[in-house]
Structure formats: C-alpha cells, structure tokens
C-alpha cells in the first residue's frame, strides 16, 4: 500500500477518535473494576531528509511511516498485586517492521518495608530498566522530543522492540530517606532479538536465522534527590547470544552496554546527559574480517529543554557516536572496510519544540543536522553498507527533520 494512503487510513482513525473524545474532557478510561482503567494514544509522525533514509523513504518528498499507536491497561488484582498491560502498532520504515505487538505485560508483586522502604517482582514481559528513558519510550509524551538522542537508544537500528522489553523477571528495590532515594533493579529474561531488525545488527548477518543462547541480564542503580530533581543512575546490559543461521555457518555474538545517567530538573530548565560503551564480541563466523572480532563503540549526548509555557518546551541537543572508541575518525575501519569514514560515526545538533496546544494533543517538532551514518538503518539505506555501491556509505553531511502529532486518553 502506497505510503500516502496509509497516512491517510491513520489520520481517518484518529479523526475518529476524536470524534468521540473530546479534545476538553479526555481522560483515562475507568473500567468499572476496583481502580482497573485504560489508557492510549495514537501519534503520527513525518520525515524529511536532505540525504540518506530515515524511518521511511524520507528523501524527496518525505516519509509519513512512523507512526504508533497504543492501549494499555492497568490495576491491582489484591493490595500488592498490580497488572499492567500495552499493545502496540508501530511504523517505522525498515527500522521496525513488526507493526503489531504486545509492548509489555506483567504481574508485580510489592512489599513495603515500613513507611520509607519497598522491595518487589515483576514476571512476564517487563520493560528493560536502562538509562533514563527506555523504559518510558513507548509513547512520545514520555519522550524529550519527536525522537531520542539515536546514539544511545538506537531506534533506527532496529533495536527498539529488543531494548524496550523482554520475557522473564525483575527484581526490585527502593529506600527513602529525607530528602534522598536510591534504588535498584536486576533482571533476567529472554531478549527479543529475534524481532525486526535486531539479530541482523547483533549478528551482522541478513540470512533468516534464529537467536538463542543464555537470558539477558539487566541492572540498575540509582539516586534521587527532592523526589527527581536532580537523578544518576548507572545501567549496565549483558548479553551473550547464539546465533542458529538457517543458511550459512551459525555464530556467537557477545554484547556489554554500560550506561552513566545524569538528570538536573529545575522550574523551567531540565539538563540531561547520559554516556555509554558498547563492547561486541563476534566469532569469526559472524566477523566481517575472517577472523574473530571485538569492538567497543562509544555513545553521548548533553541536552537542554527550556520550559517557556506549561505547554511549550524547547531542546536542544548535542549527540555523538563512534563505531569504535579507538578510532574516531573511522580511518582505520575504512581503510578494513573500503567504506567511506563517514560510515563509522555520527554526530548530531538537533533543535526542538514540543506544544501541548490542547488537553491530551500534542505536536513536537525537531530539526536535526547531522554529520556522518554511523547508526543509519541499512534496511532503509542498502546502499550503507556495500563498498561497490554508488553512494557507498551514505551521504556525510545531512538534514534531518520529525514532526509528529499525538492525542492521548
């Protein structure tokens, strides 16, 4: 279906939506059972591009395929006992191509130890705790701005669905303490790398193919002080995969992604930084050099979002990514590769609005200008990744602008 009627087919299920919500009195659906009620939304996004693909054939006249929509549920069962619940559609582009999904579904089990203190569980398909916005990515309200800073969380290297949840259980645990609260999370679970796009990132491999191998394991630490004025937390992820190709030789693939979050939240200013690593072991059967290969690339970003109104907030970014911390430059990867050093990083100046212009309606709206491809979806640019191709590794120096429309309840 041509992309300009699928748009369309959306925007008409949102009008109506909205014909039955109004726009003054939407509010969280109560289901009639104890506090059991249900929420959603529904966002529509556009692309454009100077050069390369971003979510979409975004070149030319842009790209209406990114898009989600949502509905949740949530309530407790007993006083301890909460269930919460989403499925998802989503669109964007070769970068996540499940279109629907069950985001997340799980059963939390709290105990409060005294007035100050709470230890838990939660089993089924749980949000992975990792930095500061993974596990609230699902919706843009939730979101600094149309997207997130892609050297940290990845969105257009097909790696939404297999951060954002997997199957198995977490444990919990939070003390308070006057003004002051730490925390901290472990999980242990099954990833969801056999979704869209990501064995063949973790793999390096485009045959079908099937990921097995030890549960992922997740931690989380962290600090707050004044109930989230100023946070840190450190993440870190461990993952260590077997990759079963129906095709050609299988392989192991390693991964560990440590990740420092910092937070300062003021009356209209918030500050954000977060800074990570990660080190990939593949084994030569899934190594692009014949031979076994490590590699550990480097990710930030420093951002600031300026609250002019209640409902109008400014941002601005600065993120960066290198393939490997080693070589910043990308010439000794592109001297091993034949591809341009531009393929090897990226770098990224994104200017920002979001207007809440009515109760439960929302527009953001960022402008980015980025130099290099590093973390470009290859699915959307083939051209990337093939040395003999025209236009081999993309274009370097590129604009990139998302708009997205949002209505929730």
């Keep these: 279906m041509p992309t300009y009627i699928k748009s369309s087919c959306f925007i008409a299920l949102i009008l109506s939506v909205l014909c039955l919500t109004s726009s003054r009195t939407a509010i969280a659906l109560d289901l009639g059972i104890g506090d059991w009620s249900a929420h959603g939304f529904a966002s529509q996004g556009y692309t454009y591009t100077t050069g390369n693909n971003f979510f979409g054939k975004s070149q030319n006249d842009g790209s209406f395929d990114f898009r989600e929509i949502g509905v949740n549920v949530a309530g407790h069962i007993y006083p301890n006992f909460f269930i919460a619940a989403q499925g998802l559609y989503r669109d964007a582009g070769g970068s996540d191509r499940d279109n629907f999904r069950l985001d997340f579904a799980n059963l939390d089990y709290q105990l409060p130890l005294g007035d100050e203190s709470a230890v838990g569980i939660r089993l089924g398909r749980i949000k992975n705790p990792f930095g500061l916005y993974n596990d609230t990515r699902d919706v843009i309200w939730t979101r600094p701005g149309a997207t997130l800073p892609q050297s940290v969380y990845f969105d257009a290297l097909a790696l939404r669905q297999a951060m954002i949840s997997s199957d198995g259980g977490?444990?919990?645990?939070?003390?308070?303490?006057?003004?002051?609260?730490?925390?901290?999370?472990?999980?242990?679970?099954?990833?969801?790398?056999?979704?869209?796009?990501?064995?063949e990132f973790l793999t390096?491999?485009?045959?079908?193919?099937?990921?097995?191998?030890?549960?992922l394991?997740?931690?989380?630490?962290?600090?707050?002080?004044?109930?989230?004025?100023?946070?840190?937390?450190?993440?870190?992820?461990?993952?260590?995969?077997?990759?079963?190709?129906?095709?050609?030789?299988?392989?192991?693939?390693?991964?560990?992604?440590?990740?420092?979050?910092?937070?300062?939240?003021?009356?209209?200013?918030?500050?954000?930084?977060?800074?990570g690593r990660v080190?990939?072991?593949?084994?030569?059967?899934?190594?692009?050099?014949?031979?076994?290969?490590?590699?550990?690339?480097?990710?930030?970003?420093v951002q600031s979002e300026y609250r002019f109104t209640p409902t109008l907030t400014g941002l601005l970014r600065f993120d960066a990514f290198f393939a490997d911390v080693g070589d910043r430059s990308g010439k000794r990867m592109a001297r091993l590769t034949g591809l341009p050093k531009h393929a090897f990083s990226a770098k990224d100046i994104t200017v920002g609005l979001r207007w809440e212009f009515?109760?439960?309606?929302?527009?953001?709206?960022?402008?980015?200008?980025?130099?290099?491809?590093?973390?470009?979806?290859?699915?959307?640019?083939?051209?990337?990744?093939?040395?003999?191709?025209?236009?081999?590794?993309?274009?370097?120096?590129?604009?990139?602008?998302?708009?997205?429309?949002?209505?929730?309840?």
Aim: proline share 5%.
């Design 170 to 199: 977490l444990i919990y645990g939070r003390h308070a303490f006057g003004n002051h609260a730490l925390s901290a999370e472990f999980v242990t679970a099954n990833p969801l790398d056999n979704t869209g796009g990501a064995s």
């Design 204 to 215: 390096g491999r485009t045959e079908s193919g099937k990921m097995t191998g030890r549960p």
């Design 217 to 275: 394991l997740i931690g989380r630490a962290g600090y707050q002080w004044k109930e989230g004025r100023f946070r840190l937390l450190f993440s870190i992820v461990n993952l260590d995969r077997k990759f079963k190709s129906s095709l050609g030789p299988s392989g192991n693939v390693k991964a560990l992604y440590p990740l420092a979050s910092a937070q300062l939240n003021l009356e209209k200013w918030s500050f954000t930084a977060e800074y």
């Design 279 to 301: 080190i990939m072991e593949r084994s030569r059967s899934l190594s692009y050099f014949d031979a076994p290969f490590k590699n550990t690339s480097e990710s930030f970003y």
């Design 358 to 409: 009515a109760k439960n309606f929302m527009v953001a709206a960022d402008y980015h200008h980025i130099w290099g491809t590093g973390w470009l979806s290859p699915i959307d640019n083939p051209q990337l990744q093939n040395p003999l191709s025209p236009g081999a590794g993309g274009d370097s120096d590129w604009d990139l602008i998302t708009v997205m429309f949002s209505y929730r309840f």
